[in-house]
């Protein structure tokens, strides 16, 4: 027979181990947040702007060098969808962005994802890029904002 406080002691031990396993999982069961000022926020942000010469994009379209187009970041691209999701349904696929830099601006449309992007960073065709920045400049900071 088990003492009165070896009972005691694996009552104890059964509730810290239960409380530490509903934490755990109550953690787990949460969807994953995407950053903030995803599609339809009023906000602006600030990143890296780079060019890259568009084909197939992750939303199912053929762009070329000289369309108004963009990569949003891969990070704003997957927390917009559901995990598992067709990536040609991404609902920021057709989206507007208002890039600026300085006094120029150019009003681009997602149709990609850029994987080595950070969350603020875009990544637009040559063309786009051109109303911005010299090509030769490779990699500059640019404001932009969601237009619709």
Same mark, same amino acid.
């Given at each position: 027979?088990?003492? @009165?406080?070896?009972?005691?002691?694996?009552?104890?031990?059964? =509730?810290?181990?239960?409380?530490?396993?509903? $934490?755990?999982?109550?953690?787990?069961?949460?969807?994953?947040?995407?950053?903030?000022?995803?599609?339809?926020?009023?906000?602006?942000?600030?990143?890296?702007?780079?060019?890259?010469?568009?084909? *197939?994009?992750?939303?199912? %379209?053929?762009? %070329?060098?000289?369309?108004?187009?963009?990569?949003?970041?891969?990070?704003?691209?997957?927390? =917009?969808?559901?995990?598992?999701?067709?990536?040609? *349904?991404?609902?920021?696929?057709?989206?507007?962005?208002?890039? %600026? @830099?300085?006094?120029?601006? /150019?009003? $681009?449309? $997602? $149709?990609?994802?850029?994987?080595?992007?950070?969350?603020?960073?875009?990544?637009?065709?040559?063309? =786009?890029?051109?109303?911005?920045?010299?090509?030769?400049?490779?990699? /500059?900071? /640019?404001?932009?904002?969601?237009?619709?």
């Amino acid at each position: 027979m088990l003492s @009165r406080r070896t009972i005691c002691i694996l009552i104890g031990g059964a =509730a810290i181990l239960a409380t530490a396993l509903g $934490v755990g999982l109550s953690m787990g069961l949460h969807p994953k947040r995407p950053p903030s000022g995803n599609s339809g926020s009023s906000s602006s942000f600030t990143g890296d702007l780079t060019f890259y010469a568009p084909g *197939l994009g992750a939303c199912g %379209t053929h762009s %070329t060098a000289a369309d108004a187009i963009c990569a949003i970041s891969h990070i704003r691209y997957d927390a =917009a969808a559901p995990s598992g999701a067709n990536p040609n *349904l991404n609902p920021l696929c057709g989206k507007q962005i208002r890039a %600026t @830099r300085g006094s120029r601006s /150019v009003l $681009v449309t $997602v $149709v990609d994802r850029c994987q080595g992007c950070e969350a603020d960073d875009i990544d637009l065709s040559p063309s =786009a890029f051109g109303k911005l920045a010299d090509e030769e400049e490779g990699r /500059v900071k /640019v404001r932009w904002a969601w237009a619709d």
